[in-house]
């Protein structure tokens, strides 16, 4: 089959390096893609916003399979797009209807689901600019940290978590004003929950569904877990402390009722529920949804799942979900991000990356890159993904670091501590 991938990070390189090894890929397009992508397949240089533009090319190009990466078309409606057409609708489509993409897209939302699915997750209060005064008024009866997390989407960095009650006034304040755009116009402020985080990824077709391997990632920039939040910095994948009685509790409580919910309150939903968690002491909780993949996580989930992608996404159309048996192997793996210098602030881009080829024991997953004459440039603030296997967490970290060291491009910054809360 012919299939179209949209996105151009490291999560997109991740799905087409695993897609195109299906013998049912016959031709891949990545639009735009990446460096990296353009390995595995032909890039289109598109927008993926422009729906327009996307559907005379899957026509053209006899498209079968659609899978979206990245949360902006979903939550922009492209699901919807394509099933409301007459000439589309035969395709399938990974990602979720407008709708279900607002489990990610809008935090207030997601919350309500879950209140009214009875699934754990911290207590909340959401506020706007007219109900400034309140939410001011709710910070001062709060104990800090204290969690305000701008409704919409902002690129990983509309979650503040601030130790000083004036502080967070004066975020609320800002973020109430624009500070993030449309994603602001509503806060949600949230109950912190001290414990230790991990990502559960479930891919369903809205009634059955199957979990893939689970993963942790580090989003601080700085080592330690200090500094600004980013895209994410590293991930590994399996989780030491997330054992068959935690992740019995994880189905339990949240995947069965999540997915229930998706049902009842009938969703279009053919795709990825990706589910972040955190466990304070024993109990899991959720944190938050995303309606597709993470990244940095995908690029260590996907080199463990042993089963055919491709043929899992037409389980997801044909009914054949609940029958499919989840292979993993069973090694570790983990993944190192290397990032430009100022990332998560400003920076810059175009800068020459060497050492790539040099690398033979590792996968170099590739997410902010540009061709350019037959070189690799940079060409976003996270720029590679190093994904290592090993027989542990460190020895797949050793083999990431080691390699972290041969590429080299200016400024070039990463974390040599991810896996250190391990």
């Avoid at 990974?94 to 897209?105: M, T, V």
């Avoid at 690129?155 to 973020?175: F, P």
């Amino acid at each position: 089959m012919n299939i179209l991938l949209i996105g151009s990070g490291g999560r997109e390189h991740a799905l087409s390096w695993k897609m195109s090894q299906s013998p049912l890929c016959e031709n891949l397009y990545i639009l735009p893609g990446n460096a990296g992508t353009a390995q595995c397949g032909t890039n289109v240089a598109l927008n993926q916003s422009d729906f327009e533009s996307i559907k005379t090319f899957a026509l053209e190009h006899k498209i079968s399979l659609c899978v979206i990466g990245p949360e902006a078309p979903l939550v922009e409606g492209i699901y919807d797009f394509f099933k409301g057409d007459e000439a589309l609708a035969h395709i399938i489509v990974i990602g979720p209807s407008q709708e279900g993409a607002q489990l990610e897209g809008s935090k207030a939302y997601a919350k309500k689901f879950m209140a009214d699915f009875n699934i754990p997750t911290a207590a909340y209060q959401e506020f706007t600019a007219e109900t400034l005064a309140a939410g001011l008024s709710y910070i001062e009866t709060q104990t800090p940290p204290i969690v305000l997390k701008a409704d919409g989407l902002a690129a990983g960095k509309g979650v503040l978590i601030i130790d000083n009650i004036e502080e967070a006034k004066t975020a609320l304040t800002e973020m109430l004003g624009g500070k993030f755009g449309q994603a602001s116009e509503t806060v949600v402020i949230e109950q912190f929950l001290d414990g230790i985080e991990f990502s559960v990824f479930v891919l369903t077709d809205g009634k059955d569904y199957q979990v893939l391997p689970v993963a942790k990632d580090y989003k601080r920039i700085g080592e330690g877990d200090t500094g600004l939040n980013t895209g994410g910095m590293g991930a590994v994948s399996p989780v030491p402390f997330v054992d068959d009685v935690l992740m019995k509790k994880v189905e339990d409580r949240v995947i069965k009722p999540t997915i229930n919910g998706i049902h009842q309150k009938g969703i279009q939903y053919q795709g990825f529920v990706f589910i972040g968690l955190i466990k304070v002491g024993e109990e899991p909780y959720v944190i938050e949804y995303n309606c597709r993949l993470g990244d940095p996580e995908t690029e260590v989930v996907l080199p463990r799942l042993k089963n055919d992608l491709v043929q899992l996404f037409q389980a997801t159309d044909n009914g054949g979900l609940a029958s499919v048996k989840i292979e993993k192997d069973e090694r570790a793996a983990t993944t190192i991000m290397l990032v430009s210098g100022g990332y998560p602030e400003a920076y810059e881009k175009g800068k020459l990356i060497t050492g790539i080829d040099n690398i033979n024991d590792s996968i170099v997953f590739h997410a902010g890159t540009k061709a350019v004459d037959g070189t690799v440039h940079t060409n976003g603030g996270r720029v590679l993904a190093i994904t290592s296997f090993g027989s542990d967490i460190k020895t797949a970290l050793d083999i990431s670091n080691k390699n972290a060291e041969q590429i080299s491009f200016e400024g070039k910054n990463y974390r040599r501590d991810i896996g250190f809360d391990l």
